[in-house]
């Protein structure tokens, strides 16, 4: 079992840190953990299990990018999340044109 975690904290709080002392013991348990930055690891861990591995997401790809509240709205009721028209169901494609969801995921 590998445990990966991209969320960290630069300067972590208490909260942060009553949250760790809860997860140690089953991440402790993974073969290896898996950082996004090797402030993130966390004291309590066996060094010789940490990785440090950039996050392998595109903060460019549609689905990460700013969107405002109609489009919000009319994609979530195209998907069949909320209730209301999706009229503004749109977003912008990474070559920069407009696409429109048609119809709630099957």
Same mark, same amino acid.
């Given at each position: 079992? =590998?445990?990966?975690?991209?969320?960290?904290?630069?300067?972590?709080?208490?909260?942060?840190?009553?949250?760790?002392?809860?997860?140690?013991?089953?991440?402790?348990?993974?073969?290896?953990?898996?950082?996004?930055?090797?402030?993130?690891?966390?004291?309590?861990?066996?060094?010789?299990?940490?990785?440090? =591995?950039? !996050?392998?997401?595109? !903060?460019?790809?549609?689905?990460?990018?700013?969107?405002? =509240?109609?489009?919000?709205?009319?994609?979530?009721?195209?998907?069949?999340? =909320?209730?209301? !028209?999706?009229?503004?169901?749109?977003?912008?494609?990474?070559?920069?044109?407009?696409?429109?969801?048609?119809?709630?995921?099957?």
């Amino acid at each position: 079992m =590998v445990w990966r975690c991209h969320v960290g904290l630069d300067t972590p709080n208490a909260i942060a840190r009553d949250t760790w002392r809860f997860l140690l013991s089953y991440v402790r348990a993974a073969r290896l953990q898996i950082f996004s930055r090797q402030v993130f690891a966390w004291e309590g861990l066996d060094t010789e299990h940490i990785r440090i =591995v950039a !996050p392998s997401i595109d !903060p460019f790809s549609p689905k990460n990018c700013e969107m405002d =509240v109609a489009s919000v709205q009319g994609v979530l009721a195209a998907a069949g999340v =909320v209730a209301g !028209p999706a009229a503004d169901a749109t977003y912008t494609r990474l070559d920069g044109s407009q696409a429109r969801i048609e119809h709630a995921p099957r």
